[in-house]
Protein backbone atom coordinates (compact mmCIF):
# COMPACT_ATOMS: atom_id res chain seq x y z
CA UNK A 1 0.00 0.00 0.00
CA UNK A 2 0.63 3.07 -0.54
CA UNK A 3 1.67 5.52 2.60
CA UNK A 4 1.78 8.93 1.00
CA UNK A 5 0.52 10.32 -1.17
CA UNK A 6 -2.68 9.22 1.46
CA UNK A 7 -6.17 8.99 0.63
CA UNK A 8 -7.44 12.24 1.78
CA UNK A 9 -4.47 13.87 0.44
CA UNK A 10 -5.88 12.48 -3.11
CA UNK A 11 -9.40 13.64 -2.43
CA UNK A 12 -8.01 17.17 -1.56
CA UNK A 13 -6.18 17.24 -4.91
CA UNK A 14 -9.19 16.73 -6.33
CA UNK A 15 -11.17 19.51 -4.73
CA UNK A 16 -8.32 21.58 -5.26
CA UNK A 17 -8.27 21.03 -8.93
CA UNK A 18 -12.45 21.31 -8.79
CA UNK A 19 -11.72 24.75 -7.15
CA UNK A 20 -8.86 26.05 -9.35
CA UNK A 21 -9.53 24.61 -12.64
CA UNK A 22 -13.10 23.76 -13.30
CA UNK A 23 -15.25 26.16 -11.38
CA UNK A 24 -13.66 29.05 -12.85
CA UNK A 25 -14.82 27.79 -16.27
CA UNK A 26 -18.31 27.06 -15.73
CA UNK A 27 -20.82 29.04 -16.59
CA UNK A 28 -23.72 27.12 -16.02
CA UNK A 29 -25.18 28.24 -12.79
CA UNK A 30 -26.35 24.77 -11.70
CA UNK A 31 -23.22 23.09 -12.83
CA UNK A 32 -21.47 25.58 -10.17
CA UNK A 33 -23.32 24.33 -7.45
CA UNK A 34 -22.91 21.09 -8.21
CA UNK A 35 -19.29 21.02 -8.23
CA UNK A 36 -19.69 23.18 -4.77
CA UNK A 37 -21.82 20.44 -3.27
CA UNK A 38 -19.15 17.58 -4.82
CA UNK A 39 -16.22 19.43 -2.99
CA UNK A 40 -18.33 19.05 0.37
CA UNK A 41 -19.18 16.20 0.01
CA UNK A 42 -15.58 15.12 -1.06
CA UNK A 43 -14.66 16.84 1.99
CA UNK A 44 -16.65 14.76 4.64
CA UNK A 45 -15.23 11.65 2.82
CA UNK A 46 -11.59 12.86 4.07
CA UNK A 47 -12.93 13.58 7.41
CA UNK A 48 -14.46 10.39 7.87
CA UNK A 49 -12.03 8.11 6.25
CA UNK A 50 -9.14 8.10 8.66
CA UNK A 51 -11.36 7.42 11.46
CA UNK A 52 -13.83 5.43 10.22
CA UNK A 53 -12.68 1.76 11.02
CA UNK A 54 -11.59 2.89 14.54
CA UNK A 55 -14.31 4.35 15.54
CA UNK A 56 -16.78 1.43 14.53
CA UNK A 57 -14.48 -1.18 16.63
CA UNK A 58 -15.02 1.25 19.46
CA UNK A 59 -18.34 2.02 19.21
CA UNK A 60 -19.24 -1.79 18.34
CA UNK A 61 -18.16 -2.48 21.86
CA UNK A 62 -19.71 0.56 23.51
CA UNK A 63 -22.67 -0.86 21.98
CA UNK A 64 -22.61 -4.37 23.43
CA UNK A 65 -21.80 -2.86 26.68
CA UNK A 66 -25.22 -0.48 26.30
CA UNK A 67 -27.26 -3.39 25.73
CA UNK A 68 -26.33 -5.38 28.51
CA UNK A 69 -26.70 -2.22 30.78
CA UNK A 70 -29.80 -1.15 29.57
CA UNK A 71 -31.34 -4.82 30.51
CA UNK A 72 -29.89 -4.78 33.75
CA UNK A 73 -31.46 -1.59 34.35
CA UNK A 74 -34.52 -3.25 33.74
CA UNK A 75 -33.93 -5.85 35.86
CA UNK A 76 -36.78 -8.14 36.54
CA UNK A 77 -39.11 -6.32 34.88
CA UNK A 78 -42.03 -8.80 33.46
CA UNK A 79 -43.49 -7.94 29.97
CA UNK A 80 -42.83 -8.94 26.17
CA UNK A 81 -41.10 -5.22 25.65
CA UNK A 82 -39.01 -6.25 28.96
CA UNK A 83 -38.49 -9.88 27.41
CA UNK A 84 -37.35 -8.42 24.07
CA UNK A 85 -34.69 -6.09 25.79
CA UNK A 86 -32.81 -8.98 27.61
CA UNK A 87 -33.15 -10.94 25.07
CA UNK A 88 -30.95 -8.56 22.87
CA UNK A 89 -28.76 -7.90 25.80
CA UNK A 90 -27.80 -11.81 25.43
CA UNK A 91 -27.38 -11.68 21.91
CA UNK A 92 -26.33 -8.54 20.59
CA UNK A 93 -24.63 -7.74 23.81
CA UNK A 94 -23.07 -10.72 24.12
CA UNK A 95 -21.24 -10.07 21.10
CA UNK A 96 -17.53 -10.50 21.52
CA UNK A 97 -15.60 -7.62 21.77
CA UNK A 98 -13.63 -6.16 18.55
CA UNK A 99 -10.16 -5.82 18.66
CA UNK A 100 -9.23 -1.79 19.17
CA UNK A 101 -7.91 -0.69 15.53
CA UNK A 102 -4.96 1.28 15.76
CA UNK A 103 -5.31 5.21 14.68
CA UNK A 104 -4.71 5.38 10.84
CA UNK A 105 -1.01 7.80 11.81
CA UNK A 106 0.10 4.56 14.22
CA UNK A 107 -0.35 2.21 11.07
CA UNK A 108 0.70 4.52 8.25
CA UNK A 109 4.11 5.35 10.61
CA UNK A 110 4.49 2.04 11.15
CA UNK A 111 3.94 0.00 7.81
CA UNK A 112 6.01 3.46 6.13
CA UNK A 113 9.08 2.43 9.18
CA UNK A 114 8.82 -1.22 7.79
CA UNK A 115 8.56 -0.30 3.93
CA UNK A 116 12.11 2.05 4.30
CA UNK A 117 13.17 -0.70 6.10
CA UNK A 118 13.12 -2.91 3.08
CA UNK A 119 14.38 0.04 0.92
CA UNK A 120 17.46 0.54 3.27
CA UNK A 121 17.98 -3.65 2.73
CA UNK A 122 18.39 -3.39 -0.93
CA UNK A 123 21.87 -1.66 -1.14
CA UNK A 124 22.96 -4.38 1.51
CA UNK A 125 21.74 -7.27 -0.41
CA UNK A 126 23.24 -5.92 -3.17
CA UNK A 127 26.76 -5.55 -1.67
CA UNK A 128 26.74 -9.24 -0.62
CA UNK A 129 25.06 -10.55 -3.89
CA UNK A 130 27.96 -8.83 -5.59
CA UNK A 131 30.41 -10.00 -2.91
CA UNK A 132 29.38 -13.74 -4.29
CA UNK A 133 27.48 -14.14 -1.03
CA UNK A 134 24.24 -17.30 -2.13
CA UNK A 135 22.37 -16.83 1.24
CA UNK A 136 21.96 -13.11 0.02
CA UNK A 137 20.33 -14.29 -3.57
CA UNK A 138 17.83 -15.98 -1.25
CA UNK A 139 17.12 -13.27 0.75
CA UNK A 140 16.64 -10.81 -2.28
CA UNK A 141 14.21 -13.89 -3.81
CA UNK A 142 12.36 -13.79 -0.30
CA UNK A 143 12.03 -10.18 -0.39
CA UNK A 144 10.90 -10.36 -4.00
CA UNK A 145 8.00 -12.69 -3.16
CA UNK A 146 6.49 -10.56 -0.53
CA UNK A 147 7.24 -7.56 -2.86
CA UNK A 148 5.47 -9.49 -5.58
CA UNK A 149 2.58 -9.61 -3.29
CA UNK A 150 2.72 -6.04 -2.46
CA UNK A 151 2.72 -4.89 -6.49
CA UNK A 152 -0.37 -6.80 -7.10
CA UNK A 153 -2.09 -5.51 -4.83
CA UNK A 154 -0.88 -2.01 -5.15
CA UNK A 155 -1.97 -2.20 -8.94
CA UNK A 156 -5.26 -3.74 -8.00
CA UNK A 157 -6.32 -0.86 -5.90
CA UNK A 158 -4.84 2.07 -7.28
CA UNK A 159 -5.16 1.45 -11.01
CA UNK A 160 -8.76 2.46 -12.09
CA UNK A 161 -9.77 1.23 -15.76
CA UNK A 162 -7.19 0.85 -18.61
CA UNK A 163 -5.61 3.85 -20.86
CA UNK A 164 -4.87 7.29 -19.77
CA UNK A 165 -6.95 10.37 -20.44
CA UNK A 166 -5.40 12.85 -22.99
CA UNK A 167 -2.90 10.23 -24.95
CA UNK A 168 -4.16 8.82 -27.76
CA UNK B 1 -1.20 34.23 -26.20
CA UNK B 2 -2.70 34.47 -29.72
CA UNK B 3 -1.32 38.23 -29.90
CA UNK B 4 2.03 36.93 -28.14
CA UNK B 5 2.46 34.84 -30.98
CA UNK B 6 1.54 37.37 -33.39
CA UNK B 7 4.22 39.60 -32.53
CA UNK B 8 6.88 36.78 -31.97
CA UNK B 9 6.29 35.96 -35.75
CA UNK B 10 5.92 39.49 -36.67
CA UNK B 11 9.86 39.61 -35.05
CA UNK B 12 11.02 37.01 -36.62
CA UNK B 13 9.80 37.58 -39.62
CA UNK B 14 10.74 41.36 -40.18
CA UNK B 15 9.98 40.63 -43.79
CA UNK B 16 6.44 39.50 -43.89
CA UNK B 17 3.81 42.28 -44.13
CA UNK B 18 1.46 40.84 -42.38
CA UNK B 19 1.04 37.84 -39.92
CA UNK B 20 -2.25 36.63 -38.47
CA UNK B 21 -2.44 33.38 -36.44
CA UNK B 22 -5.84 31.41 -36.94
CA UNK B 23 -7.51 28.25 -35.77
CA UNK B 24 -5.21 28.83 -32.66
CA UNK B 25 -6.21 25.93 -30.13
CA UNK B 26 -5.13 23.70 -27.19
CA UNK B 27 -3.90 19.96 -27.52
CA UNK B 28 -5.20 18.22 -24.94
CA UNK B 29 -2.98 15.41 -23.85
CA UNK B 30 0.76 15.63 -23.39
CA UNK B 31 2.06 15.37 -19.61
CA UNK B 32 4.98 17.09 -20.25
CA UNK B 33 4.61 20.51 -21.87
CA UNK B 34 1.99 22.41 -22.92
CA UNK B 35 1.02 22.35 -26.53
CA UNK B 36 -1.08 24.58 -28.59
CA UNK B 37 -2.29 24.16 -32.72
CA UNK B 38 -2.36 27.34 -34.68
CA UNK B 39 -1.84 28.12 -38.31
CA UNK B 40 0.03 31.44 -39.28
CA UNK B 41 -0.71 33.37 -42.42
CA UNK B 42 1.92 35.19 -43.42
CA UNK B 43 1.66 37.81 -46.43
CA UNK B 44 4.94 38.94 -48.00
CA UNK B 45 4.66 40.89 -51.07
CA UNK B 46 0.92 40.45 -51.67
CA UNK B 47 1.16 36.39 -51.25
CA UNK B 48 -0.02 34.62 -48.52
CA UNK B 49 1.53 31.24 -47.48
CA UNK B 50 -0.30 28.59 -44.11
CA UNK B 51 1.65 27.47 -42.05
CA UNK B 52 0.45 24.92 -39.83
CA UNK B 53 2.34 24.90 -36.76
CA UNK B 54 2.55 23.88 -32.86
CA UNK B 55 3.32 25.46 -30.30
CA UNK B 56 5.26 23.67 -27.25
CA UNK B 57 5.94 25.10 -24.08
CA UNK B 58 7.55 24.22 -20.91
CA UNK B 59 5.47 24.12 -17.90
CA UNK B 60 5.91 25.94 -14.82
CA UNK B 61 9.63 24.22 -13.28
CA UNK B 62 7.78 22.77 -9.97
CA UNK B 63 5.22 20.82 -12.05
CA UNK B 64 7.89 19.89 -14.75
CA UNK B 65 8.44 16.46 -15.28
CA UNK B 66 11.37 16.30 -17.84
CA UNK B 67 13.61 19.15 -17.67
CA UNK B 68 15.24 18.89 -21.10
CA UNK B 69 15.90 22.31 -22.74
CA UNK B 70 13.19 23.35 -25.88
CA UNK B 71 16.69 24.95 -27.64
CA UNK B 72 18.47 21.80 -26.99
CA UNK B 73 15.27 19.63 -29.13
CA UNK B 74 15.12 22.49 -32.07
CA UNK B 75 18.95 21.75 -32.56
CA UNK B 76 18.60 18.34 -32.63
CA UNK B 77 15.38 18.27 -34.98
CA UNK B 78 17.61 21.13 -37.09
CA UNK B 79 20.35 18.54 -37.40
CA UNK B 80 18.23 15.42 -37.94
CA UNK B 81 16.51 16.70 -40.80
CA UNK B 82 19.80 18.26 -42.49
CA UNK B 83 22.06 14.53 -42.00
CA UNK B 84 19.28 11.99 -41.95
CA UNK B 85 15.96 11.49 -44.41
CA UNK B 86 13.97 10.10 -40.90
CA UNK B 87 11.01 12.15 -41.18
CA UNK B 88 10.84 15.06 -38.11
CA UNK B 89 8.71 18.29 -37.81
CA UNK B 90 10.68 20.95 -39.08
CA UNK B 91 11.67 23.57 -35.70
CA UNK B 92 11.00 27.02 -36.60
CA UNK B 93 11.96 28.47 -33.72
CA UNK B 94 13.10 28.31 -30.22
CA UNK B 95 12.07 31.00 -27.53
CA UNK B 96 14.16 30.63 -24.53
CA UNK B 97 12.88 34.08 -22.80
CA UNK B 98 10.30 33.28 -20.36
CA UNK B 99 8.80 36.67 -20.82
CA UNK B 100 7.73 35.57 -24.28
CA UNK B 101 5.45 33.03 -23.83
CA UNK B 102 5.67 33.02 -19.69
CA UNK B 103 8.22 29.62 -20.04
CA UNK B 104 10.69 28.47 -22.40
CA UNK B 105 8.78 27.07 -25.63
CA UNK B 106 9.48 26.08 -29.69
CA UNK B 107 7.68 26.60 -32.32
CA UNK B 108 7.23 23.42 -34.71
CA UNK B 109 6.11 23.17 -38.25
CA UNK B 110 2.81 20.52 -37.73
CA UNK B 111 2.86 17.42 -39.79
CA UNK B 112 0.12 15.86 -41.05
CA UNK B 113 -0.30 12.60 -40.50
CA UNK B 114 -2.23 10.52 -37.80
CA UNK B 115 -1.28 9.86 -34.59
CA UNK B 116 -4.42 7.27 -33.91
CA UNK B 117 -1.63 4.43 -33.25
CA UNK B 118 -4.98 2.10 -31.80
CA UNK B 119 -6.28 2.11 -35.39
CA UNK B 120 -3.24 0.04 -36.83
CA UNK B 121 -4.10 -3.21 -34.64
CA UNK B 122 -6.81 -5.26 -33.23
CA UNK B 123 -8.83 -4.95 -36.06
CA UNK B 124 -8.94 -1.32 -36.25
CA UNK B 125 -9.68 0.11 -39.42
CA UNK B 126 -5.85 0.80 -40.60
CA UNK B 127 -4.99 -2.49 -39.73
CA UNK B 128 -3.43 -3.47 -43.16
CA UNK B 129 -1.39 -0.33 -42.64
CA UNK B 130 0.74 -1.60 -39.67
CA UNK B 131 3.41 -4.00 -41.73
CA UNK B 132 4.42 -0.91 -43.43
CA UNK B 133 4.45 1.02 -40.81
CA UNK B 134 6.37 -0.59 -38.18
CA UNK B 135 8.86 -1.40 -41.01
CA UNK B 136 9.27 1.94 -41.36
CA UNK B 137 9.64 2.68 -37.84
CA UNK B 138 12.24 0.02 -37.64
CA UNK B 139 14.49 1.27 -40.77
CA UNK B 140 14.05 4.97 -39.33
CA UNK B 141 15.23 4.05 -35.71
CA UNK B 142 18.64 2.23 -37.31
CA UNK B 143 19.27 4.81 -39.73
CA UNK B 144 18.66 7.30 -36.54
CA UNK B 145 21.16 4.64 -34.68
CA UNK B 146 23.27 4.24 -37.10
CA UNK B 147 24.09 8.58 -37.71
CA UNK B 148 27.43 9.69 -36.97
CA UNK B 149 26.54 11.39 -33.48
CA UNK B 150 28.86 14.01 -34.74
CA UNK B 151 26.83 15.13 -37.07
CA UNK B 152 23.46 15.05 -35.02
CA UNK B 153 25.21 16.27 -31.47
CA UNK B 154 28.11 18.19 -32.85
CA UNK B 155 28.51 20.56 -29.54
CA UNK B 156 27.79 17.85 -27.20
CA UNK B 157 24.35 19.04 -26.35
CA UNK B 158 22.77 15.61 -25.68
CA UNK B 159 25.34 14.50 -23.80
CA UNK B 160 23.30 14.92 -20.43
CA UNK B 161 20.36 17.10 -21.24
CA UNK B 162 18.40 16.72 -17.92
CA UNK B 163 21.66 17.93 -16.35
CA UNK B 164 22.32 15.40 -14.30
CA UNK B 165 25.73 14.20 -14.32
CA UNK B 166 26.00 11.79 -17.31
CA UNK B 167 29.34 11.18 -18.46
CA UNK B 168 28.87 10.28 -22.62
CA UNK B 169 32.62 10.25 -23.09
CA UNK B 170 32.64 6.25 -23.52
CA UNK B 171 29.74 3.64 -23.05
CA UNK B 172 31.19 2.06 -19.66
CA UNK B 173 30.83 5.77 -18.04
CA UNK B 174 27.68 6.44 -19.68
CA UNK B 175 26.21 2.76 -17.76
CA UNK B 176 27.75 3.69 -14.76
CA UNK B 177 27.17 7.17 -14.18
CA UNK B 178 23.73 6.70 -15.59
CA UNK B 179 23.07 3.89 -12.39
CA UNK B 180 24.63 6.60 -10.15
CA UNK B 181 21.58 8.71 -11.18
CA UNK B 182 19.28 6.10 -11.05
CA UNK B 183 20.50 5.16 -7.73
CA UNK B 184 20.66 8.47 -6.16
CA UNK B 185 17.99 9.76 -7.78
CA UNK B 186 15.78 7.33 -5.47
CA UNK B 187 15.89 9.78 -3.17
CA UNK B 188 14.79 13.11 -5.17
CA UNK B 189 11.88 10.71 -6.06
CA UNK B 190 10.67 8.95 -2.92
CA UNK B 191 7.18 10.04 -2.89
CA UNK B 192 6.88 6.93 -0.74
CA UNK B 193 9.14 3.93 0.77
CA UNK B 194 9.52 1.85 -2.31
CA UNK B 195 11.67 -0.67 -1.94
CA UNK B 196 10.78 -2.24 -5.36
CA UNK B 197 11.96 1.07 -7.01
CA UNK B 198 15.47 0.72 -5.00
CA UNK B 199 15.88 -3.49 -6.09
CA UNK B 200 14.99 -2.30 -9.57
CA UNK B 201 17.91 0.53 -9.59
CA UNK B 202 20.72 -2.32 -8.14
CA UNK B 203 19.67 -5.14 -10.01
CA UNK B 204 20.39 -3.12 -13.46
CA UNK B 205 23.58 -2.41 -12.37
CA UNK B 206 24.12 -5.58 -11.34
CA UNK B 207 23.42 -6.97 -14.73
CA UNK B 208 25.47 -4.58 -17.00
CA UNK B 209 25.37 -5.86 -20.31
CA UNK B 210 28.49 -6.07 -23.27
CA UNK B 211 29.08 -2.51 -24.80
CA UNK B 212 27.81 -1.16 -28.00
CA UNK B 213 28.72 2.27 -29.83
CA UNK B 214 27.17 5.25 -28.04
CA UNK B 215 24.34 7.00 -30.53
CA UNK B 216 21.85 9.50 -30.20
CA UNK B 217 18.63 7.88 -29.13
CA UNK B 218 15.03 9.36 -29.84
CA UNK B 219 14.74 8.90 -25.73
CA UNK B 220 10.64 8.46 -25.93
CA UNK B 221 10.77 5.89 -28.70
CA UNK B 222 7.11 4.58 -28.30
CA UNK B 223 3.87 4.09 -30.01
CA UNK B 224 2.23 7.16 -29.41
CA UNK B 225 5.24 9.16 -30.56
CA UNK B 226 4.71 8.76 -34.62
CA UNK B 227 2.79 10.39 -36.99
CA UNK B 228 1.63 8.29 -40.44
CA UNK B 229 -0.34 8.64 -43.40
CA UNK B 230 -3.31 6.70 -44.93
CA UNK B 231 -0.70 4.80 -47.19
CA UNK B 232 1.40 3.50 -44.12
CA UNK B 233 4.27 5.81 -44.63
CA UNK B 234 5.75 7.30 -41.43
CA UNK B 235 5.57 11.19 -41.88
CA UNK B 236 7.16 12.14 -38.62
CA UNK B 237 9.22 10.54 -35.04
CA UNK B 238 7.40 13.39 -33.01
CA UNK B 239 8.59 14.51 -29.26
CA UNK B 240 12.21 14.75 -29.19
CA UNK B 241 12.50 16.03 -25.89
CA UNK B 242 14.52 13.24 -24.20
CA UNK B 243 16.75 12.74 -27.18
CA UNK B 244 19.89 11.87 -25.66
CA UNK B 245 23.34 10.08 -26.25
CA UNK B 246 22.94 6.39 -25.18
CA UNK B 247 22.68 2.80 -26.05
CA UNK B 248 20.76 2.17 -29.02
CA UNK B 249 19.32 -1.21 -26.94
CA UNK B 250 17.12 1.90 -24.52
CA UNK B 251 15.07 2.92 -27.96
CA UNK B 252 14.23 -0.43 -29.05
CA UNK B 253 13.77 -1.70 -25.07
CA UNK B 254 11.49 1.20 -24.75
CA UNK B 255 9.27 0.71 -27.76
CA UNK B 256 9.00 -3.27 -26.79
CA UNK B 257 7.88 -2.08 -23.28
CA UNK B 258 5.11 0.38 -24.62
CA UNK B 259 4.54 -2.14 -27.18
CA UNK B 260 3.14 -4.33 -24.33
CA UNK B 261 1.83 -1.57 -22.15
CA UNK B 262 0.03 0.05 -24.93
CA UNK B 263 -1.49 -3.19 -26.48
CA UNK B 264 -0.08 -2.13 -29.75
CA UNK B 265 1.87 -4.48 -32.00
CA UNK B 266 4.87 -2.67 -33.54
CA UNK B 267 7.31 -5.46 -32.61
CA UNK B 268 5.27 -7.86 -34.13
CA UNK B 269 4.23 -6.13 -36.86
CA UNK B 270 7.06 -6.36 -38.95
CA UNK B 271 7.85 -9.67 -41.23
CA UNK B 272 10.82 -8.99 -43.23
CA UNK B 273 13.69 -10.90 -41.59
CA UNK B 274 12.28 -12.62 -38.52
CA UNK B 275 11.24 -9.56 -37.27
CA UNK B 276 11.74 -6.29 -35.92
CA UNK B 277 14.94 -7.17 -34.16
CA UNK B 278 16.26 -9.13 -36.97
CA UNK B 279 15.66 -5.99 -39.84
CA UNK B 280 17.27 -3.79 -37.14
CA UNK B 281 20.17 -6.16 -36.71
CA UNK B 282 20.56 -6.16 -40.46
CA UNK B 283 20.56 -2.65 -40.95
CA UNK B 284 22.67 -1.79 -37.67
CA UNK B 285 24.83 -4.70 -37.39
CA UNK B 286 24.50 -4.47 -33.63
CA UNK B 287 23.08 -8.35 -32.97
CA UNK B 288 21.08 -6.90 -30.08
CA UNK B 289 19.56 -10.14 -28.44
CA UNK B 290 16.41 -10.64 -26.47
CA UNK B 291 17.87 -11.14 -23.49
CA UNK B 292 19.28 -7.77 -24.26
CA UNK B 293 16.34 -6.30 -25.31
CA UNK B 294 14.80 -7.23 -21.65
CA UNK B 295 17.66 -5.46 -19.62
CA UNK B 296 16.65 -2.51 -21.82
CA UNK B 297 13.02 -2.31 -21.17
CA UNK B 298 14.27 -2.39 -17.42
CA UNK B 299 16.73 0.26 -18.08
CA UNK B 300 14.45 2.55 -20.33
CA UNK B 301 11.78 1.79 -17.72
CA UNK B 302 14.06 3.10 -14.89
CA UNK B 303 14.93 6.24 -17.32
CA UNK B 304 11.71 7.16 -17.30
CA UNK B 305 10.99 6.48 -13.36
CA UNK B 306 13.66 8.70 -11.97
CA UNK B 307 11.96 12.00 -13.38
CA UNK B 308 7.79 10.63 -13.44
CA UNK B 309 8.29 9.57 -9.86
CA UNK B 310 10.44 12.99 -8.56
CA UNK B 311 7.68 15.32 -9.86
CA UNK B 312 5.04 12.66 -8.12
CA UNK B 313 7.23 13.55 -5.12
CA UNK B 314 7.06 17.53 -5.29
CA UNK B 315 3.39 17.14 -5.72
CA UNK B 316 3.58 14.91 -2.88
CA UNK B 317 5.56 17.93 -0.53
CA UNK B 318 2.91 20.56 -2.31
CA UNK B 319 5.30 22.56 -4.05
CA UNK B 320 2.33 22.60 -6.54
CA UNK B 321 -1.02 21.57 -6.57
CA UNK B 322 -1.75 20.07 -10.11
CA UNK B 323 -4.00 17.02 -10.17
CA UNK B 324 -2.05 15.57 -13.17
CA UNK B 325 0.62 14.33 -11.12
CA UNK B 326 -2.06 12.42 -8.60
CA UNK B 327 -3.14 10.89 -11.55
CA UNK B 328 -0.10 9.61 -13.12
CA UNK B 329 0.12 7.42 -9.95
CA UNK B 330 -1.80 4.84 -11.67
CA UNK B 331 0.22 4.61 -14.51
CA UNK B 332 3.41 4.21 -12.33
CA UNK B 333 2.17 1.62 -10.96
CA UNK B 334 1.67 -0.01 -14.20
CA UNK B 335 5.39 0.73 -14.49
CA UNK B 336 6.45 -0.97 -10.85
CA UNK B 337 4.35 -3.96 -12.03
CA UNK B 338 6.48 -3.77 -14.94
CA UNK B 339 9.49 -3.51 -12.85
CA UNK B 340 8.31 -6.74 -10.96
CA UNK B 341 7.48 -8.76 -13.95
CA UNK B 342 10.80 -7.71 -15.84
CA UNK B 343 12.72 -8.82 -12.82
CA UNK B 344 10.95 -12.02 -12.39
CA UNK B 345 8.97 -11.58 -9.14
CA UNK B 346 6.31 -13.87 -8.22
CA UNK B 347 3.14 -12.23 -8.78
CA UNK B 348 0.00 -14.20 -7.51
CA UNK B 349 -2.55 -14.50 -10.36
CA UNK B 350 -4.95 -12.05 -10.69
CA UNK B 351 -2.96 -9.33 -9.33
CA UNK B 352 -2.47 -7.50 -12.89
Partial sequence: MLTKPTSSDMIEGVMTALAKDVLPELTSERAQVVVIMAQGVLQAVRQRIEVEQQAMAAEHNDMTALFREMAAALGETPGAEADRMRARARELGGQDDMPQVPSFATINGSYRELSQGLVDSMPDLDALIRAGNPGAEKALAKAREYMGKRVAGDFATNVAGVGMAGRG | MREQLQEFLARQWPDADEIVVEEFAVIAGGYSRETFRFDAHVTRGGARTILPMILRKDPPPAVGILHTSRETEHNLLQNVRKHTTIPVSESHFAEMDPGTFGQPAMLVERVRGSGEVSALFNGGRNEHLAERVATELCEYLAQLHM??????????????????????????????????????????????????????????????????????????????????????????????????????????????????????????????????????????????????????????????????????????????????????????????????????????????
Fill in chain 2, 147 to 352: ADPKLLNPRGEIDDPRGVGIDASSWDRYMDSTFEYYIDGYSKSDFDALPLVMDAYLTIRRLKPRPLPLRVVHGDFNPANFLYDEEGHVTALIDWENSRMGDPREDLGWMMQMDVLSNTNIFGSVKVDGGFLGHYNKITGFGVTEDELNYFRLFGTANIAVPVLSALKRRVEKEHEELLHLYIIQPSMVSLMAFAQLMGYPIPTGGA
